[in-house]
């Protein structure tokens, strides 16, 4: 018999740079030996990362010991970034591995839809204008058909008390899916890999925050707030350190202890009246002829021994036994088959203090070329194992080596990677989104939180007279001089990657424009040229387009002047590297935080091309650096002068010099000193000059300091999110819809994701407001551009998505934020 074991679990706790007690500490082990008698489940659903109750999840998964499942419906692409510059799908990835990093902690698994988060929405009717229901549908009951969740638990109501409209979308979907999945009318495509399932009971797991509060006493209650010995924490510990996962949210959450309660209002399913898994039999004795795996279970609870942890593989050997002689039409039992089979593998291979490692020399892999890697294996407990094959990527080590106690053991190879090895990717990042939904046509990708490994080495051992078979994935690692060891995923890449310096240029009038390209080489040698394609009407001319780079990493520049002809707008280049007559067209983006692995994406080389009607007035701008966003670079493509104004720049720098200051998003949020610049930055105004500041937050994360332009005014969470909403000019003889380009309602034509955020008020009337919009069924709002004289300057306030706009070479958004820039100076000082 082979036992089929993959070090998965486990590797994922290492390559995350996260303490892998869960491999070897006692109390782990014993705490998932007790679980193997839990067969009960809970599927929690909501729309977002950072939406999901890390409290609960944690107390279901670890005190009630079910399997748990959180369902996130998007990966949060939509969102704000704290911590950096990246959006929409980048940022994605970003938390898609908070959220993984967040259910390691709290012990339940994650999953997706192939929704994706494309902005704030205040309807779940305009939620579904995006994304396709029946879809989104169609994986929520794959989640659930496959999960056989006892019980489905939503964060939020189907009547709009969450907020969000993506937040009311995932209630009416979980509704809809609960009796969608044991429908075999429904989705029967499905049904040749899973079965229909239906639920016990749905519930709303209602909320007391944000001034609203949705419980009641008449609800099911739970404590939640207990305190686990075995894991040495309570679950509102391990909430908060969950929780803390989601950095690029700002969810750093403080511990808590005690009791704490959660409600639950029933949506759906078999009445309960105390508790949510009311009358359902949690243990193996809810299926028929399965008590003796309680009984093997419940001695070795009893006789396990803490310091020698290995002599409960025999009752674990026995328990995987009798599970494989299990035969049934009984979904559900075949189900826990397979899931409890896979944890007593684990436990075996914990028990038996098993550390199996395998590293390459590099992180990067090329199809065709030498990968050279190690795998390395230390028994750590006084187990009785055996090494009997080792099965590399091409060749097979057969060895019959006996494993002394604690010695490690070192196997090397070099051997070719096949020349038809598939590059990496995160799978739903494969091919281009729509604006509603990632495109993945492989059924059984669905719903996964990210790729399997890239590749693996099998190894073949015997403990106590079983043979296993384990799965270990090739991984890379380092060492730091400060952080110590670190782990990343090995890469498989193409021979080269060409990015764009700037993936959107914009050409100003008929003038050509210089685009410059980075060649890369992921390998030694490799020598090749440039070529490129563009869209009809425009032109591409490369001076040079041959590179030769000796080194792996090294780069080469590449020059190519654009010019569009006639009557050309808008269009794309390719470019293309032609590398022993083998083309390629990769552009690779990266992600480097330390609280998350490394993450890249490649996607196809694309640069898109917009001809641009724009006249300026000035050259110097001055930028308050915020959270993170690409303005200061955009306004340095069209010519500007652009400097970076940091805390020890802006004290001793005379602001003369700048036409306008611009602080980036979020500046006030994240910057606490500027207060302490605030009546240099005034004076500047009231000298002649224009300063510009992007939205700023007022929630939970920060409040807006009190002083930020020369008058009052309040920042709000308004809002408007439909990128197509009308846009009134309120006064359009103002020099900011005139001067130096005349801005017209078609300025507004093209936008993307939404108008605009973090609106402002102005009770005392001090600001003049500029624009109006709305949202469909709502009034006005004019808060989205403030301006006010002061002295002979200009103070603006904007909370328009000007961060989004010009990184995606919006025309229109371009032409008014130079007009911003560009406001003419007053006559007679107010102040």
Not at 186 to 195: D, G, N, V, Y
Request: charged share 20%; net charge neutral; hydrophobic share 40%.
């Amino acid at each position: 018999m082979i036992l089929r074991i993959q070090t998965l679990t486990f590797l994922l706790l290492l390559i995350c740079n996260f303490e892998a007690t869960a491999q070897g500490g006692s109390s782990a082990i014993l705490q998932k030996i007790k679980k193997l008698n839990t067969v009960g489940s809970v599927l929690y659903i909501a729309a977002h990362p950072d939406d999901e109750n890390t409290r609960l999840l944690g107390y279901l998964a670890n005190e009630r010991k079910l399997k748990t499942g959180y369902l996130s419906l998007t990966r949060g692409d939509g969102g704000q970034n704290l911590i950096g510059k990246e959006q929409g799908e980048m940022l994605g990835l970003i938390r898609t591995q908070e959220l993984l990093a967040a259910r390691r902690i709290d012990g339940a698994e994650q999953f997706f839809s192939r929704a994706y988060d494309f902005g704030y929405s205040k309807t779940p009717e305009e939620t579904f204008s995006f994304w396709d229901k029946e879809a989104v549908l169609a994986d929520v009951v794959w989640v659930i058909r496959n999960f056989k969740p006892d019980v489905i638990i939503c964060r939020f109501p189907t009547t709009g008390e969450g907020g969000h409209g993506h937040h009311t979308a995932s209630a009416m979907l979980a509704v809809a899916a609960f009796k969608a999945a044991a429908d075999p009318t429904r989705f029967p495509e499905q049904l040749s890999k899973t079965t229909v399932w239906q639920a016990k009971r749905l519930f709303w797991n209602t909320f007391n925050f944000g001034g609203l509060n949705t419980t009641s006493e008449n609800q099911i209650k739970l404590d939640v707030g207990g305190y686990n010995a075995l894991l040495g924490k309570s679950y509102g510990e391990m909430a908060a350190e969950s929780r803390t996962c989601h950095k690029s949210q700002g969810f750093g959450s403080a511990k808590m202890r005690g009791e704490q309660f959660e409600f639950f209002k029933q949506l759906d399913g078999d009445s309960a009246k105390k508790d949510v898994f009311e009358g359902i039999q949690l243990s193996w004795p809810r299926f028929a002829n399965t008590n003796s795996l309680k009984e093997i279970l419940d001695n070795c609870i009893a006789q396990f021994d803490a310091q020698s942890p290995e002599k409960s593989i025999p009752a674990l050997i026995r328990f995987y036994k009798q599970l494989q002689n299990i035969k049934s039409n009984d979904a559900a039992l075949m189900a826990w088959k397979a899931t409890k089979q896979q944890d007593a593998q684990d436990l075996i291979l914990a028990c038996a203090g098993l550390w199996i490692e395998t590293t390459a020399s590099d992180f990067v892999a090329i199809p065709g070329k030498e990968i050279a890697y190690t795998t390395q294996i230390v028994c750590r407990n006084k187990a009785t194992v055996s090494l009997s094959k080792i099965s590399f990527l091409n060749t097979d080590t057969i060895t019959n080596l006996a494993l002394k106690s604690n010695q490690l053991y070192s196997f090397k190879r070099k051997e070719q990677l096949q020349s038809n090895t598939t590059f990496s990717n995160p799978y739903w990042l494969s091919r281009q989104h729509t604006a509603g939904a990632f495109i993945v046509e492989n059924q059984d990708l669905i719903g996964k939180g990210e790729n399997e490994a890239a590749l693996n080495v099998n190894i073949d051992l015997e403990i106590n007279g079983e043979q296993l078979l384990i799965k270990s994935p090739i991984v890379f690692k380092s060492t730091d001089p400060v952080k110590g060891e670190i782990y990343r995923p090995l890469e498989v890449l193409p021979v080269a990657t060409i990015n764009a310096i700037e993936p959107a240029v914009l050409l100003r009038n008929d003038k050509p424009k210089v685009i410059q390209f980075v060649v890369k080489a992921n390998a030694q040698n490799v020598k090749g040229i440039v070529q490129m394609n563009v869209s009809e009407g425009w032109d591409v001319t490369i001076e040079n387009p041959n590179f030769d780079l000796k080194n792996k990493n090294d780069e080469a520049i590449i020059e190519a002047t654009i010019i569009a002809k006639g009557d050309a707008n808008a269009g794309e280049l390719h470019p293309n590297l032609l590398v022993d007559n083998v083309r390629y067209n990769h552009h690779i983006r990266r992600i480097d935080y330390d609280h998350i692995p490394a993450q890249f994406t490649l996607s196809a080389s694309i640069v898109k091309l917009q001809k641009i009607d724009i006249k300026k007035a000035g050259k110097n701008i001055g930028y308050l650096p915020g959270a993170g966003d690409e303005v200061a670079s955009c306004l340095q493509q069209i010519g500007y002068n652009v400097t970076q104004l940091t805390d020890d720049l802006l004290a001793i720098t005379d602001l003369k010099q700048f036409d306008a200051i611009v602080s980036g998003i979020r500046a006030y949020n994240t910057n606490d000193k500027l207060q302490s610049y605030h009546k240099k930055l005034m004076n500047y105004v009231a000298s002649g000059g224009n300063m510009i500041v992007q939205y700023n937050t007022n929630n939970r994360i920060s409040t807006v300091p009190p002083q930020i332009g020369p008058y009052p005014f309040v920042i709000t969470r308004e809002r408007v999110t439909d990128e197509l909403a009308k846009v009134n000019i309120l006064d359009k003889n103002h020099a900011a819809f005139n001067f130096p380009n005349k801005i017209s309602e078609a300025d507004f034509a093209n936008w993307i994701q939404e108008r605009g955020i973090y609106f402002a008020t102005d009770s005392a009337n001090n600001y003049q407001k500029l624009l109006s919009m709305q949202d469909p069924n709502e009034k006005a709002n004019e808060g989205s551009l403030l301006l006010c004289s002061y002295g002979k300057g200009n103070f603006v306030y904007t909370g328009l998505a000007f961060f989004r706009q010009l990184p995606a070479g919006v025309p229109g958004a371009y032409r008014l934020f130079v007009n911003l820039l560009s406001l003419p100076p007053n006559e007679t000082k107010n102040n």
